[in-house]
């Protein structure tokens, strides 16, 4: 197997982005606006991060956190070539990240890593999946979890993100491997967030509104719902079950089997559309 060839932009493109921040920067001085952020630094990743809401504390156990010492150990570990386990992996990201990385920026650095990682790999290359399987085992630890008076808040930044990642209107918020990434951590255990499949499932074939997009947009969706179904889709199943919807599985299904001879879809919709008609009829329960 090929090896991958894989980008982290704060490390591998900072002197890019710092030449266009300082052109940001100038232009703002022209237009006589007020300087946005305190550093380039807050610029790296593709949408807003969430701004801490206190003064970072100080750091709590841990080694020197840098992107470059993370980015190398999550870059040899998703070479299909690489000789370092699973626990070498989990063991040389955990030492870098304080007690405390939530209330500092490593949690939030390295979270977005993650996703800048997800979102390079093909959503059918096994490093997809071994990437979404160390961030489940990383992504349920202490350093990762919000401890809140009625319970735990598992992973928010990495949650957040994603979810910045799924929302918009256009060709540009379409991605197949975040949603695939999704779909896989939730499988992992992390999460159980079948209602983000259920939503976008209902929005796809049971929403008109859905018609008024542009081809682009429609396929793209349906190719995100469909692994959503290959890669959760015995959990969404369940869980509709429980709610005594199952005739919402024979209608999402008549909508994937319907994109064989639809214009708009490309043909990997068709063909994954195919892979999620297969898929939801070996799940069917049937009496």
């Not at 190398?72 to 299909?80: N, R, T």
Request: aromatic letters at 12%; proline letters at 3%; one cysteine or more.
């Amino acid at each position: 197997m090929a090896e991958l060839h894989l980008v982290v932009d704060s490390v591998d493109n900072a002197e890019e982005i710092q030449r266009e921040w300082e052109e940001l920067e100038k232009q703002r001085k022209l237009n006589g606006e007020k300087k946005a952020q305190t550093s380039w630094r807050d610029w790296l990743g593709f949408n807003k991060k969430p701004k801490l809401r206190y003064p970072p504390e100080i750091r709590k156990g841990g080694t020197d956190y840098s992107d470059a010492r993370a980015a190398a150990i999550l870059k040899d570990y998703l070479q299909p070539t690489t000789t370092l386990s699973e626990k070498d992996a989990f063991d040389s990201i955990m030492v870098l990240i304080p007690q405390n990385g939530q209330s500092n920026s490593e949690v939030a650095h390295i979270s977005n890593m993650f996703i800048e990682l997800a979102e390079q790999i093909h959503f059918d290359h096994p490093s997809h999946f071994k990437l979404a399987w160390l961030v489940g085992r990383i992504g349920s630890s202490p350093k990762f979890t919000y401890d809140l008076v009625n319970g735990f808040n598992v992973c928010q930044l990495l949650g957040e993100y994603i979810y910045d990642q799924q929302t918009g209107n256009d060709e540009n918020y379409l991605n197949v491997n975040i949603v695939a990434f999704h779909a896989k951590i939730c499988a992992c255990g992390l999460w159980c967030h079948y209602e983000s499949a259920t939503i976008m499932l209902r929005f796809l074939f049971e929403d008109k509104r859905n018609n008024d997009f542009d081809d682009v947009f429609r396929s793209g969706r349906v190719m995100e719902g469909a692994v959503w179904i290959l890669f959760y889709g015995y959990i969404v199943y369940q869980m509709i079950l429980q709610d005594k919807d199952a005739d919402r599985w024979v209608v999402w299904r008549a909508g994937f089997a319907s994109m064989e001879t639809e214009s708009f879809a490309t043909d990997e919709c068709k063909k994954l559309s195919a892979r999620a008609v297969r898929m939801m009829d070996a799940l069917t329960y049937v009496p």
